[in-house]
């Protein structure tokens, strides 16, 4: 689309409505508008009223399909008169030109709600007034400017701010001498302002920032003695602040910062009485600051960054300004106020800042009385003393930067009153003491860096309630204990750096924490964890409160008539359980999670778009290995790159080795794609590369197949085949899957995972994380387990490892595992074979926690079996739609397979002959009968 330049009317109203309306509204508006013309080279004598439609009239084009006029072109037609409102009839118009005519007057803005017009060019005539909004398209305007815009000689504002116009602004500007405002920041203009600038003499308000203009200000300013607002800033402006711009003497705001202008600043900037807002912020300005003091208005002065020396003027504090910024201006020590005297006299002030000097003195305790601060910035001088209670009473205080002082003491934990903090900095000080778990009530904070001072004691918890904490910088302390829990639940967090203080305990396991890069928590010797390579002490928590009682009423008969006997935590259990808690972090979540996962892939639906290898431009890296993705099929469309795809809303859930996406390929291929967390963990590239070939070549039709990853440096996937059916966990246990699984089906899950294990352990690879929803269920219903041999990925091997790394659900976990004398081998998945067969035939998770007791599957089954009413265990959800000479050998197999010894476990192959016999035997008895 194609704007050109325009202007308005001060249209005579016209008697539209009086007018025939039979007339066709086309006809009626084009006689309209000429009616109000002159045309003295009779050039719209072909206009005729009597017409039907006006679609021959000479200038006139109409769009065939509808008959209706869509294009009017009268270029340099000699028209003179106003472009009125008969224009507004035509509401099919896409193209208007009218341009080098003598057309007067303003645009009407109503043209605007001509919704089909697309070109406009009205250049070249003699309008005025302002430029209609909609002139200039919602795109933003981009290339020069054309000097034909000065000859717009009614313009009285010009505004074309934030679009992407460059290349120099055209001289010639003093023909607008009826401009007031000009707005032409934020684009990307050059060069020099127009020299003529002074001959638009009524200009009110010139704003030329952002920018990339230099050169010196044109002597012709000075004649702008109507201004009342010159922003420059942020340019390239060079040279000194005229001596003339004193006699500008309406100016209310001037801002010149953020250029490179030098020199001294003009004494005669003190005659600017109107003086509301000086910015003259980062320049190389020197010398002292003029005497301003009939500058009664000001209310903010900001000379910060500037090269100004001498005496800091005794006039500053005493204009009753709202802010002040004098950071790093170089003056000498002695020559600041104390802040004493400012909390004296001073309590209107909004904004204080003194950084970056060499400012020494304390905070006076009723800092308080400055009821309005919003900002306080002491940073980077030599404040002592210790932080004053009062700074509580400053209810507005949005950025408190005490940074790099002299501090000591301790934070008061009448901080809690500064409740709009948002930002909260006084690292670098001699602060001793607790973090004030008080903190929390400032709700507001996005920013808390306390970081090198020798706070003491604890992180309190209850900074997990400030939930809008983005940065958290906490080291080169002496903090120590734990990390909480709780802070997992900072949603926002972009860092937390906690690195060298005493922190001791496990590495909080969840958000933010799982992937927070091992240098924000390094330098803490006692903290555990896989980000810091440090496996923590077999800790054995209590996960189960037994009842001391209800193990006395199960050892009788008394428990026969429950239907659900509640069963005594035998030894070999609580081995077992104790090797699972042993793994302690996140067994239960990551159930959870899988559940979660498996549930929510059914109705993830957002496609992902792989885009093109632009995703990588951005990196700098020239390392050939950054970005690499590998397919097995072969899929070449799909190496295109893999950024994208980690959004949080493809997330299906977080394991303890990585979190899973769902994404949709540009085929409509899906893949579930695991980005390892255990990065830091991970083995060169080379040993990476070929464990997950290895790994790749693993086809099996009852084990998910990983179909490709994707290695940078910092940044691990694993690529799966996608089960939309979800996990078996999913099938037995969530209230929303679908249907219930017969015994049929039942059979076949544990025949085929029987099998996929067996394939597995053929190749040399131990599971060791499995359980129900670890297997999944594919289209046909046929198992297949997943996430098998990530282990492989890390190095070192060996039950700390396995214990941190792999946080196997409770119950699945082989009791081999708590005994660090044991080697592993792979009958600790016969062991979780076991277990998982007794799920599918029951029905019930490994371990069901009742109301005040703990159900072990195991034990009930081998209860009920020793008792003979092992038929009892099956699941009830099938109405005894089972075949009970399947259904008490596969149950007795479980149990074999669960041994607590590994050597009396069978191994999968054996487990697959069993079960054939199994079945065959009852097809045998089935067929007899
Ligand atoms: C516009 O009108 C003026 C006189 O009113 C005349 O001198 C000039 O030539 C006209 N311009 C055009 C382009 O017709
Ligand atoms: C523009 O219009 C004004 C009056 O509105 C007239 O004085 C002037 O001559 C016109 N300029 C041209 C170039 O037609
Ligand atoms: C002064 O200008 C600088 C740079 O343009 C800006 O960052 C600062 O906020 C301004 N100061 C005030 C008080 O407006
Ligand atoms: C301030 O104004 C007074 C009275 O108008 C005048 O005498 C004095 O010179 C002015 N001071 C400065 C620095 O402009
Ligand atoms: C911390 O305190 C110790 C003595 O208690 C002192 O030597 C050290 O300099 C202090 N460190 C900081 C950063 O204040
Ligand atoms: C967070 O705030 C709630 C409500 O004030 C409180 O119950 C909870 O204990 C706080 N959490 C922490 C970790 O302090």
């Not at 129900?772 to 091997?797: A, C, H, Q, T, Y």
Request: hydrophobic share 40%.
């Amino acid at each position: 689309m194609q704007f050109n330049l325009f202007l308005f009317l001060l249209f005579a109203p016209v008697l539209i409505h009086s007018l025939d309306p039979v007339f066709n509204d086309d006809v009626l508006g084009l006689i309209v508008f000429k009616a109000g013309l002159q045309d003295p080279k009779a050039k719209l004598l072909t206009w005729n009223e009597d017409d039907d439609n006006p679609c021959n009239w000479i200038g006139v084009k109409c769009d065939p399909t509808i008959n209706r006029v869509s294009s009017l072109v009268l270029d340099g037609f000699s028209l003179s008169g106003h472009i009125d409102q008969g224009i507004l009839r035509l509401q099919f118009l896409q193209t208007l030109s009218l341009s080098k005519n003598n057309f007067t007057g303003t645009i009407n803005p109503d043209l605007c709600h001509l919704g089909s017009l697309q070109v406009i060019d009205l250049s070249a005539n003699n309008l005025s007034g302002a430029i209609p909004e909609c002139f200039f398209p919602s795109m933003w305007l981009s290339g020069r400017l054309p000097s034909g815009i000065w000859f717009l000689r009614g313009l009285q504002s010009l505004d074309l701010s934030d679009n992407l116009l460059d290349g120099e602004i055209p001289e010639g500007i003093e023909n607008l001498y009826d401009l007031r405002e000009i707005s032409l920041n934020k684009n990307r203009f050059i060069g020099r302002l127009p020299m003529d600038i002074g001959g638009c003499l009524l200009l009110k308000s010139l704003d030329f920032s952002d920018n990339f203009l230099s050169g010196s200000l044109p002597e012709s300013m000075k004649k702008l003695a109507s201004c009342t607002s010159l922003s420059l800033q942020g340019n390239a402006f060079t040279g000194v602040i005229p001596d003339w711009i004193g006699v500008l003497k309406n100016l209310e705001i001037l801002d010149l910062s953020a250029n490179r202008f030098s020199g001294w600043i003009p004494k005669s900037i003190g005659s600017l009485q109107l003086l509301n807002k000086l910015n003259l912020s980062m320049n190389q300005f020197t010398g002292s600051l003029p005497e301003m003091i009939n500058c009664t208005k000001l209310l903010a002065l900001d000379v910060s960054h500037n090269q100004l020396a001498g005496n800091l003027p005794s006039w500053i504090f005493r204009l009753g300004m709202q802010s002040v910024s004098l950071s790093g201006i170089n003056v000498s020590r002695s020559n600041y106020p104390s802040l004493t005297s400012i909390t004296a006299s001073y309590h209107g002030l909004q904004l204080l800042d003194l950084s970056s000097n060499t400012f020494s003195g304390e905070i006076p305790s009723n800092i308080g009385v400055l009821h309005s601060l919003q900002l306080l910035n002491l940073s980077t001088n030599s404040v002592f003393g210790s932080i004053p209670a009062g700074i509580g009473e400053l209810k507005s205080l949005y950025v408190l930067d005490l940074s790099v002082n002299e501090l000591e003491g301790s934070i008061p934990s009448e901080i809690e009153g500064a409740v709009s903090l948002n930002v909260l900095r006084l690292q670098m000080n001699f602060l001793t003491g607790k973090i004030p778990s008080e903190i929390e009530k400032c709700s507001a904070l996005t920013s808390l860096i306390l970081s090198q001072n020798n706070l003491t004691g604890s992180i309190p918890a209850s900074i997990a309630n400030l939930t809008n904490l983005h940065y958290v910088d906490l080291s080169l302390n002496e903090l120590s204990g734990s990390l909480p829990k709780e802070l997992t639940n900072l949603s926002h967090l972009v860092s937390f750096n906690v690195s060298y203080n005493r922190l001791q305990g496990e590495l909080p396991v969840g958000g933010f924490f799982n992937t927070i890069s091992p240098s924000s928590v390094s330098g803490n010797p006692s903290l555990c964890g896989s980000i810091v390579n440090r496996a923590c002490p077999a800790v054995h928590p209590k996960p189960l409160v037994l009842n001391p009682n209800s193990s006395d009423s199960t050892g009788g008969s008394s428990s026969a008539n429950h239907r659900h006997k509640k069963i005594i935590l035998s030894i070999s259990a609580l081995i077992a359980i104790g090797a699972a808690a042993f793994i302690a972090l996140g067994v239960v979540a990551v159930t959870v999670l899988n559940i979660h996962a498996r549930s929510s892939m059914s109705h993830s639906a957002a496609p992902i778009i792989f885009s093109g290898g632009e995703d990588f431009s951005c990196s700098p890296t020239n390392d050939p290995n950054y970005g690499k993705l590998v397919m097995f099929s072969g899929d070449a469309d799909f190496a295109a790159g893999a950024h994208n795809l980690l959004n949080k809303d493809s997330e299906l859930g977080r394991g303890g080795f990585g979190v899973v996406y769902h994404a949709v390929l540009r085929d409509g291929h899906s893949v579930a794609i695991k980005k390892l967390t255990i990065s830091s963990l991970i083995k060169s590239q080379e040993d990476f590369e070929r464990e997950v070939k290895n790994l790749g070549k693993i086809r099996h039709q009852n084990l998910v197949a990983l179909e490709g990853y994707y290695w940078t440096p910092s940044l691990h996937l694993l690529i799966y085949e996608y089960e939309s059916r979800g996990s078996l966990f999913k099938l037995l246990h969530d209230e929303h899957g679908r249907g219930i699984l017969s015994w049929r089906q039942r059979f076949n899950i544990v025949l085929g995972m029987a099998k996929g294990l067996a394939y597995l352990h053929q190749m040399n690879i131990i599971h060791y994380n499995l359980k129900s929803s670890n297997v999944l269920i594919g289209s046909s219903g046929e198992p297949k387990v997943g996430d098998f041999g990530l282990v492989r990925l890390l190095p070192n091997l060996d039950h700390c490892v396995l214990s941190s790394k792999i946080q196997s659900a409770l119950g699945y976990m082989a009791p081999e595992f708590a005994c660090r004398t044991v080697k592993i081998t792979e009958k600790c998945d016969v062991y979780g074979f076991g277990i998982l067969v007794l799920e599918v035939v029951t029905g019930k998770r490994p371990v069901e926690y009742m109301e005040d007791d703990v159900v072990i599957l195991y034990d009930m089954v081998r209860g009920a079996l020793e008792e003979g009413r092992v038929e009892q265990c099956v699941d009830d959800r099938l109405l005894g739609n089972f075949l009970a000479e399947e259904a008490i050998p596969v149950i007795k197999l479980g149990l074999i397979c669960a041994s607590q010894v590994p050597s009396n476990r069978p191994d999968m192959n054996e487990v697959i002959n069993i079960l054939e016999l199994i079945q065959c035997h009852s097809e045998g008895q089935e067929e007899l009968e």
